[in-house]
C-alpha cells in the first residue's frame, strides 16, 4: 500500500492460556533471580518468593468470590508488594486497573465508577480517601491494606489464610482467548473525562515480549513510576520474562531525588546502560545536557501511547549509528505495527518529510473503552488516531513535533484544560477562561490562564485571580506560566474557541 510502512509481522510463539500461565512459568523458571530491591530499605525480593506471595494472593482473592472479568483495582506508590494485585490478577484471569494515590476525591471516584471493583489494595494513608470513594460509587468493594488496619483486612492476613494444600494445589486461570481483557488503563480525554483503555492478555505479552527483544539492556531497571502508568506493568511483565530486577522506589521526591543514594560512599554512574525518555516532549539541549551526565550511557527517545500499552516506535543498540545521525527522531517502528501519516483534512496517506497524523494498525492496540464509545478512535479503515501530528524521512524514522489534542503534559502528567478552566471560572469576575500548556524545557509544559473579565469586574488584577486559583488546584495543574486578561477570545465559525489563534496571539 502506498506511503504506508509496514514493520515485519510478529512471530512469537504465544501460550493461549494467556498471561496468567505466561507469567507464572517464567517466574518459576527465574525462581532464584533476584526479582527487585527496595532501595531506602536494601530488602530483596527472589521471583520464588514473590510467586508464593501472588499465589496466596491469587487463592484469597478466588476465596472471596472473585471470578474471571472481575475487577482488582490497586492505589499505592511502589514497594515490594505493590505489583502482586497485578500478578494474581493475571493468574486468575480477573482484570486489573491501577489508581496512583495523588489523584483527587474526583477524579478517583470516575474513575471507579466505570469499572466498579470487587476489591482494592491500598495502604494506610490512603485508606480513608479509598473508603470515601467507595461510598460515593455505593458499591461494596473489600479493602485489603499493605500494612496495619483495624477496619479491614491486611495484606498479610489475607496471605496467612492460604492453606499448604491450597498453595500446592493451585495452577492459573486459563483464558477464553488471548482477546480476554487483561487490564485497563485511564487515559484523559479532550474533553477532561478520563477514559479506560482495555488491553488484553495477547497485548500484554506481545509487547512485554517486545521490550524483551529490543535488545536493550533490562538487566536492572530503576523507576519511580507507581502500577497507575503502562510504564509500570511493560517494565515489570519484560523483567518478568527475562529474570532480571528491578529497583523499587515509592516516590520521586524533586526537591531531593538522590536521597536514597546517600548512604553510599560513592555515586558511579558508568553502571547506568540504557536510559529511556518518554512520556512528554524534551528539548534537545536536555537530552545533551543528561548525555553530559551519563557519558557512558546510550539516550533512547520512545514514543508510546496507554492505546497500544507502550511504544509505538524507538531506535534499538542495533541502529546506533542511524540514531546518532537523527537526534531529533523517537526512532523506527516496531515489530506487529504499521503505520501511516495521513493529512488532517483529506485523510490521505502522506510521504515522507509531510506533516500530518500519525495512525497505527496493530493487534495490540486496546480493543476499545470499557463500557463507552470508542468508535471515533479508529478511522473507516481500521487505523488507530494517535492524535499526534508528525511525519517519517526516507529511512522510515518517526518524528513527533505537536499534538491535534487540547491537552498537554507537566512532568509527565496529562493536564487537561476544562480541570483549570472550571476552576477559574468559579472567580466572580472571570467570565471567560481558557487553560492553555507553555512549552517548558524541564517540565513539558507548564499551564497557563487567559481569562475575560466580566464588565462589572474590569478592575480586578490578573494577579487576584491567578492567587484564587491556585489556591484551589492541585500542584500538578497550578498555572506555572501564568494569567492574563484579554478582552475577547477567537472564536471557530461554530463559536468554540480557537485555540491555535489565541496562542499566536499570544506568541506562543
Not at 481483557?181 to 479506560?196: D, E, N, P, Q
Not at 488516531?385 to 513535533?401: K, Q, S
Not at 490578573?462 to 506560566?481: C, P, S
Request: aromatic letters at 10%; hydrophobic letters at 35%; proline letters at 4%.
Amino acid at each position: 500500500m502506498k506511503n504506508v510502512i509496514e514493520v515485519p509481522v510478529l512471530d512469537y510463539n504465544l501460550d493461549p492460556r494467556g498471561a496468567g500461565h505466561f507469567f507464572y512459568n517464567h517466574m518459576d523458571k527465574h525462581k532464584n533471580n533476584i526479582a527487585q530491591v527496595e532501595v531506602k530499605t536494601g530488602n530483596i525480593d527472589t521471583y520464588g518468593d514473590l510467586l508464593k506471595r501472588c499465589v496466596r494472593a491469587s487463592v484469597y482473592l478466588k476465596k472471596i468470590g472473585l471470578q474471571p472479568g472481575d475487577f482488582i483495582s490497586v492505589c499505592t506508590y511502589n514497594h515490594l508488594n505493590a505489583c502482586v494485585p497485578m500478578i494474581a490478577a493475571f493468574f486468575i484471569n480477573a482484570i486489573m486497573s491501577a489508581l496512583d494515590p495523588t489523584l483527587s476525591l474526583e477524579d478517583m471516584v470516575h474513575l471507579l465508577q466505570q469499572i466498579k471493583p470487587k476489591v482494592v489494595f491500598t495502604t494506610p494513608e490512603s485508606v480513608t480517601m479509598i473508603e470515601s470513594v467507595i461510598k460515593r460509587i455505593g458499591t461494596d468493594t473489600a479493602v485489603i491494606v499493605f500494612g496495619s488496619t483495624s477496619s479491614h483486612v491486611s495484606f498479610s492476613d489475607a496471605l496467612a489464610t492460604c492453606t499448604k494444600n491450597e498453595i500446592l494445589n493451585f495452577s492459573p486461570t486459563s483464558v477464553r482467548t488471548l482477546d480476554d481483557i487483561g487490564i485497563v488503563y485511564f487515559s484523559s480525554g479532550t474533553t477532561g473525562l478520563a477514559k479506560t483503555l482495555c488491553h488484553t492478555h495477547y497485548s500484554i505479552i506481545c509487547q512485554s515480549t517486545n521490550n524483551a527483544e529490543s535488545g536493550f539492556n533490562f538487566g536492572l531497571t530503576f523507576g519511580y513510576y507507581s502500577p497507575y502508568w503502562t510504564v509500570y506493568s511493560q517494565c515489570l511483565c519484560t523483567s518478568i520474562i527475562m529474570g532480571t530486577a528491578r529497583l523499587l522506589l515509592p516516590k520521586f521526591d524533586k526537591s531531593n531525588p538522590w536521597e536514597p543514594f546517600y548512604h553510599k560512599p560513592k555515586v558511579d554512574v558508568s553502571f547506568v546502560k540504557d536510559i529511556f525518555i518518554a512520556g512528554g516532549v524534551i528539548d534537545s539541549d536536555q537530552v545533551k545536557n543528561l548525555q553530559n551526565l551519563f557519558v557512558d550511557s546510550e539516550i533512547y527517545r520512545l514514543y508510546g501511547q496507554s492505546e497500544v500499552l507502550g511504544y509505538l516506535a524507538h531506535f534499538t543498540p542495533k541502529d546506533k549509528e542511524l540514531k546518532a545521525l537523527k537526534p531529533d527522531s523517537v526512532g523506527l517502528g516496531i515489530p506487529g505495527v504499521s503505520y501511516k501519516i495521513v493529512d488532517v483534512d483529506s485523510r490521505l496517506a502522506l510521504g515522507p518529510h509531510k506533516r500530518g497524523e500519525l495512525c497505527v494498525k496493530t493487534k495490540f492496540a486496546m480493543t476499545g473503552y470499557y463500557n463507552m464509545d470508542s468508535s471515533d478512535t479508529w478511522d473507516t479503515d481500521g487505523w488507530l488516531r494517535t492524535g499526534d501530528i508528525g511525519y517519517y524521512d526516507e529511512d522510515n524514522c518517526f518524528y513527533i513535533v505537536d499534538r491535534i489534542k487540547e491537552m498537554f503534559k507537566y512532568q509527565g502528567w496529562h493536564v487537561t484544560p476544562s480541570s483549570i478552566e472550571n476552576v477559574l471560572l468559579q472567580h466572580p469576575a472571570v467570565g471567560l477562561a481558557v487553560a492553555l500548556g507553555v512549552p517548558h524545557k524541564i517540565d513539558g509544559h507548564h499551564p497557563m490562564g487567559v481569562v475575560v473579565l466580566k464588565h462589572e469586574h474590569s478592575n480586578t488584577t490578573a494577579n487576584e485571580i491567578l492567587k484564587f486559583a491556585d489556591a484551589k488546584l492541585e500542584d500538578r495543574l497550578k498555572l506555572r506560566a501564568g494569567l492574563k486578561i484579554v478582552q475577547t477570545l477567537p472564536l471557530t465559525g461554530s463559536g468554540k474557541i480557537h485555540r491555535r489563534k489565541l496562542k499566536e496571539s499570544l506568541g506562543l
